[in-house]
């Protein structure tokens, strides 16, 4: 059986809502950040850097959030969470899933966790490298928000839900938090960001993963 090693709000969201988006039978197995069950000798064996989620299937062992995604979209092809193989559509894709994970992404993870790239001690440095970090994913939000009055949405890659919707949701919410300029304070990202939290599945792993409001 499919099993998605998680934690609450992390980056195991976005395949949590891809299974319930497919609907097969799947099991989660918490990973106890706050007891560092991630660092145990166990976990490692699946993630040897340490990091949520895993995906497991019987032999198959699985890590980073885009490749579980783009597993889950090839090997349930009849849930359309992604585009046609070969189309133009399907190489944008691509791109936006890759830009999530490799661009937006690890500069959200810069301004959550600044102290790693500075010398232990440097408070000036990594409140300094906060402060860039939540300017530039302001600058990516922009982006975003651009690309969805361009394509006229509903969706990010247009009149399709695909699965880039709910990592991009996730990664908006990661921003709930900002002094200034939370991704919902965008005109075309509010609305978008309400139209993927209204999904049943989003619904349920809201529920399953008792996340408390404000959800984004």
Known sequence: MLKLHYYPGTAAMTPHIVLEEIGVPFE?????????AHKTPDYLKLNPNGLIPVLTNGD???????????HLCDSYPQAALAPEPGSAARAHFYKWLIWLTNTLQPTL??????ERWVNEGNLAGAA???AQAQH???????????????????????????????FTMML?????????????????????????????????????????????
């Not at 198959?60 to 783009?70: D, K, Q």
């Open 136 to 166: 530039r994913t302001g600058l990516l939000l922009d982006q975003l928000d651009a690309e969805l009055a361009r394509s006229g949405g509903p969706w990010l890659l247009g009149q399709d839900y695909s699965a880039v919707d709910p």
């Open 172 to 216: 908006c919410r990661w921003t709930r938090g900002f002094d200034a300029a939370p991704a919902r304070s965008r005109p075309h990202l509010a609305p978008y960001l309400q139209a993927v939290l209204s999904r049943p599945a989003v619904q349920r792993v809201f529920a399953s993963e008792q996340l408390a409001p404000p959800w984004v």
């Open 109 to 114: 993870i810069a301004y959550f966790y600044p």
């Open 28 to 36: 989660l197995v918490l990973v106890d950040r706050m007891a560092d």
């Open 128 to 130: 300094e490298v906060k």
């Open 60 to 70: 198959l062992v699985l890590y980073e959030t885009a490749a579980i995604c783009l």
